[in-house]
């Protein structure tokens, strides 16, 4: 299983780090042990004081596919969630200021979180899919797929040039706008429309 994660997949967020809005997706990785799961707290790593949250949307691979056409990407997955893509934006910072590779920021242990998948029907309009994070029971970041800069179907069909997807792969679709910090203590809650699928602490 791997995970596949899209940048800056939204224009806003972009802009709010000072980034490009990009003409083709923007695709990084993380190793299987970057998952975390289960509701399971979050251990805040010692190697960052500036760590933080990104809320995504995540789909589950559900058949093998190669070179899979826009048209025929819906068949290649199945189910959805949201996630934290956490971020050591210190350790990102000094990193792409020296242009040097961040995955030391992007793919530690246990930085891609997931909450409970639950299924994509015919009648799921995936270009209006609502979904917002809490921290400590406010509200933080929300989205909505209908501002994405590239579809689930756009993604799908461009990661198949360059990866062989497999089935229980992840993909996060990227963040919206509202990044920000977290500290030890604080209690994150994820949402998809009014389903709460995510709940868990950092300590």
């Known amino acids: 299983m791997k995970i596949i994660c899209v940048g800056r997949n939204y224009a806003e967020h972009a802009k709010e780090l000072k980034n490009e809005v990009p003409t083709e997706p923007v695709l990084f990785m993380k190793p299987k042990n970057a998952l975390l799961q289960n509701n399971h707290p979050f251990y805040y790593p010692d190697f960052t004081d500036n760590l933080h949250y990104e809320c995504e949307l995540v789909l589950r691979v559900c058949k093998n596919g190669k070179h899979i056409q826009e048209k ?24 792409k200021a020296k242009g040097l590779p961040w995955e030391i920021a992007k793919s530690f242990d246990n930085s891609a979180v997931v909450g409970k998948f639950i299924p994509l029907t015919p009648e799921t309009d995936k270009k209006d899919i609502n979904f917002c994070l809490y921290k400590n029971k406010e509200i933080v970041q929300q989205g909505n797929t ?16 360059f990866f062989t997807l497999n089935i229980g792969d992840l993909i996060f679709t990227g963040t919206p706008v509202g990044v920000g910090p977290v500290e030890i203590g604080d209690s994150l809650e994820a949402f998809i429309e009014n389903d709460s ?4 602490m950092v300590k």
């Open 146 to 161: 209908k501002d994405l800069i590239f579809t689930f179907d756009f993604l799908l069909a461009y990661i198949s040039k």
């Open 72 to 95: 025929f990407a819906d068949k290649y997955y199945n189910e959805i969630s949201v996630g934290i893509d956490f971020t050591a934006r210190d350790l990102q910072d000094k990193q």
């Open 197 to 200: 699928l995510l709940e868990f």
